[in-house]
């Protein structure tokens, strides 16, 4: 059973940093592609940044510059750090896993996300 759980967020004040992480359990992690999504209530999933199996990464125009997604396969572990955060980067953080180049995004395994919060 595949079970993605994320960790790591809370309240920042703008400005501020936080890394999010997504530990995975019960799959090979290292063969597959993951991501990071957020949602705002009310708002579609948005993606974030992704990063393949081989650790070739894409970014959202919002998170270029700001954001950097990693991930450490020793640890089954995906990572998310998040810099100059804002209040509009207030949102549920959610980790995504796709099984094979076939499946599209976002995949079909879901953490229950993390809450970020950003203080003006």
């Known amino acids: 059973q595949v079970q993605l759980v994320e960790s790591g967020g809370g309240l920042v004040q703008t400005g501020g940093s936080m890394r999010l992480s997504c530990v995975v359990y019960?799959?090979?992690?290292?063969?597959?592609?993951l991501a990071w999504y957020r949602q705002v209530p009310g708002n579609r999933r948005e993606l974030v940044a992704r990063i393949t199996s081989e650790g070739a990464t894409d970014y959202a125009n919002f998170a270029k510059g700001r954001f950097q997604i990693s991930r450490d396969n020793g640890k089954n572990t995906l990572y998310l750090q998040m810099d100059s955060l804002n209040p509009d980067d207030t949102a549920l953080y959610l980790c995504?896993?796709?099984?094979?180049?076939?499946?599209?995004?976002?995949?079909?395994?879901w953490g229950q996300g993390t809450q970020v919060t950003v203080s003006s």
């Open positions: 019960g799959s090979g992690f290292s063969v597959h592609d």
């Open positions: 995504n896993m796709r099984v094979g180049r076939l499946e599209s995004w976002p995949g079909r395994y």
